[in-house]
Each structure stands twice: as C-alpha cells, then as structure tokens.
C-alpha cells in the first residue's frame, strides 16, 4: 500500500505546500511545532479541505481537487488516534473497542476482538470505564477502537505527547508490534527524533509548510538541512547477543560490539539503535586505556561543513552509516580525509532506552 499526497492551502498568516509518496508501513511526518503536520493529516481526514490537492491510500482517492472528488470524512475509512484517548466516558472499555465497528462498511476487513486485544494486553481492562484508565491505558484502547474501525488508513496525531516519559515508555512497544502486525499503513505525526527512529519506515520532515527531507530514517535523521545540527544522528542495525548479569546487553554490529544498558530485547533479535552525533567521538588509532566500552571500526566516507564552527563525519559501517559531530579544527587536527579508518567512541549511558526499538528496516521512498 502506498500513501500520495500533494495539497496546497493558504492560511491567514501560513502557506501549506506539501507533497510526497510513501510506501507501506509506518510513515511518520516530523518538524517542530507549526511545521504543518497536524493540519497535513487533516487533510487526510477531511477536517481540512485544501485550496488545492490530491490524497490517494493506495487505490483509494480520498480528495482530488481537480475532478471535485472530496470524500466525507466519514466515508474516509480511517482510524484517528488523538493526542489524548478522547474515549466515550459514559461506555466501558469493550464498548468503546466496538463502537468504531458501527461505521465500518460491510465489506471491510475486520480485525478479531480477541487479537487486538492480546496484542494491546487489554483483556483485565475490558469491563473498566474510562476514569478508571491511566493515560497509557486509554491510549491502548484508543489504538485498539482505531484498529477494529475497518480503516484503510491509522492517522496518529502525536499520540504520546501527552504521556510523562513512564507512560510513553510504556506505549512506544504497542505502536512498534502495531508497525509489524497490522497491514494498515499509518500515519504518524511527532517532533521527537527518538520515535522517528524507533517507528518509522519513511520519513517526511517538514519545516514551515514545506517538506525538507523524504526518505528511510537513517537519511533523514542524517540530514541537517532537516533536522538541525543537535538533532542529527545516526541509526544503527544490531542484533541482541546477550544479557549480562552486571546489566548490560550485548549487541552485535557490522562495526563491532555495542554495549548498552540491559533491554528488554529477546537474544538474537535485530533493533535499531539511534546514536546523536554530539555523542560520538573520533580517534584515528584505535584508542585504548578508556572507560567507554564502545569502539566501533569504520571508514569515512565523507565531511560535510556547515556555516559554523562544527563538521560532520561520516563513516561508513556495513550497510549502515554512523555521523560524529565535532569542530572543524578537530578536522583540521586530526587530518581527517574520506576513505581512511576511524574509530567511534560512544558512551553506553549516552543510548537512552528510548533510543532502542525493533522497528523494521525499509529502503524505499519517493
């Protein structure tokens, strides 16, 4: 399945202008604040309709301008996850898992009760009402009513930025086995890069109505142009080893061994791991004698300069790319060149717990 959208709408003091094409899987639409994601998905919805566009699920045209083709949002198949639960507070929690159902055509596919509810672990929650939730709790459920909807598409507007970190931690591993599980494509809006790197298999970065960057998470999160020279940052593919009894993992990369807080993570499965660059240290000789146990092997493949004092290096690792970020004299010092050896240092507590998911690996965008 394949998400198109091109719209065009000018507000009193903002011009939209947004397209792009996605693949399947987890399509997350990242800025700061009034970059345009929540009005981008409103559009998708039908809360907004555009001067001008065209919104395509698949096969499915949601709005094209052109032919006066607008759907009522309500004929729209789409499952809409808020910030907040916005649960029915007078229904239980069965109820509200059901209620999408009412409006779901016929012939639209329906997810089992009973799987949704294994997957989101809702079953001791079933018979509660909403006041008796905790904010993750309602945010299961909400994920649920959106799934058992029949929609052709999940529209999740920052569905965790209402959560303290506990309950985001809590969360964030729903949405990941919601990305592996479920055929619908979804749409995520968020600022944090943290869930872009856990979550996403494509990425539109947007700035100012405008989108900057398209791509796998690994480029775009690489990419200062969209994200800023302290959100840059790397993802790396691992795979978990072990568990050791001082509390650490083990994890296995195409550049070396990574040790990180204990996960989670069942042994021998593949995660992503996201590494800030600021967190990332350079040495031309392996060093040795240091506290951090991270000393990865790669090449450089290239330095890129910004305006300011600071230079990114990037090295290649495998398939994957690790970037550092350091100064331009440190460059200047180390006679750092493309195609040499270099070793990354990175601190275990630099990887928060936040910054490791399973999310899968895709290639393609457009």
Not at 3 to 13: L, Y
Not at 158 to 168: G, I
Request: charged share 25%.
């Amino acid at each position: 399945m394949t998400i198109q959208i091109a719209i065009e709408n000018r507000f009193e003091d903002f011009t939209l202008d947004v397209a792009f094409k996605a693949p399947a899987g987890v399509t997350v639409l990242f800025g700061p604040s009034g970059s345009g994601k929540t009005s981008v998905i409103n559009a998708v919805a039908g809360l907004l309709r555009p001067d001008a566009g065209r919104i395509v699920v698949d096969d499915w045209v949601l709005l094209d301008t052109q032919t006066k083709h607008n759907l009522a949002p309500h004929r729209r198949r789409i499952g809409y996850i808020f910030q907040e639960g916005r649960l029915f507070p007078h229904l239980n929690v069965r109820q509200n898992l059901l209620y999408g159902r009412w409006f779901a055509p016929r012939d639209a596919r329906r997810e089992s009760l009973s799987r949704v509810v294994e997957m989101l672990g809702i079953g001791p929650l079933l018979e509660r009402r909403p006041a008796a939730l905790s904010g993750g709790e309602k945010q299961r459920v909400a994920i649920g009513r959106a799934l058992l909807a029949g929609p052709k598409l999940i529209l999740a507007d920052e569905p965790l930025a209402a959560l303290d970190e506990a309950r985001k931690a809590e969360i964030l591993p729903y949405f990941e086995r919601l990305s592996e599980e479920v055929s619908v494509p979804i749409l995520y809006v968020s600022h944090s890069s943290s869930e872009v790197a856990r979550l996403a298999s494509t990425v539109v970065a947007l700035k100012a109505g405008r989108v900057v960057a398209c791509g796998p998470p690994a480029e775009v999160l690489g990419d200062v142009a969209a994200v800023g020279a302290r959100g840059t940052a790397s993802i790396l593919r691992a795979r978990v080893v072990a568990h050791h009894l001082d509390g650490l993992s083990e994890l296995s990369t195409a550049a070396g061994a990574l040790w990180l807080p204990q996960m989670d993570v069942t042994e021998g499965q593949t995660i992503r791991v996201r590494i800030a660059a600021q967190d990332v240290i350079l040495s031309r000789a392996r060093p040795k004698g240091l506290s951090a146990l991270n000393i990865l092997r790669g090449t450089i493949m290239e330095i890129r300069y910004g305006d300011g004092p600071g230079a990114l290096v990037v090295l290649a690792m495998g398939e994957d790319r690790l970037i550092a970020r350091i100064t331009r004299r440190s460059v200047a010092e180390m006679a750092l060149e493309p195609r040499q050896t270099c070793y990354a240092v990175i601190k275990s507590v630099a990887v928060a717990p936040g910054d490791v998911g399973r999310g899968r690996f895709t290639q393609t965008a457009q």
